[in-house]
């Protein structure tokens, strides 16, 4: 927690930033280096910057809300089907 907490201060000093991009970023850096990475290379090539601070969308989170009901109900249903012997 306490080498965390030094990452962001050191993050928000070197890139003059707030705690909560700086947080977003050292988040994404820690869940897919690789990927941030490129990202910020992208970004200090002229690409567009990704906003790692910001929050979902209220589209966001029904489009995951009903993916996640499909994925239950498939899932669901197979193993319902499969325990009732219909395969």
Do not use: H
Not at 53 to 63: E, I, M, V
Request: proline content about 1%; charged content about 25%.
């Amino acid at each position: 927690a306490d080498e965390y907490e030094q990452g962001l201060l050191k993050y928000m000093a070197l890139e003059k930033c707030g705690r909560r991009e700086a947080q977003g970023n050292m988040d994404a850096s820690l869940e897919n280096a690789a990927d941030w990475a490129y990202q910020k290379m992208q970004e200090k090539n002229g690409g567009a910057k990704k906003d790692y601070a910001r929050s979902p969308t209220q589209k966001q989170f029904g489009l995951s809300g009903a993916w996640a009901l499909i994925v239950f109900w498939f899932f669901g249903t197979l193993i319902g089907d499969s325990v009732a012997g219909k395969f």
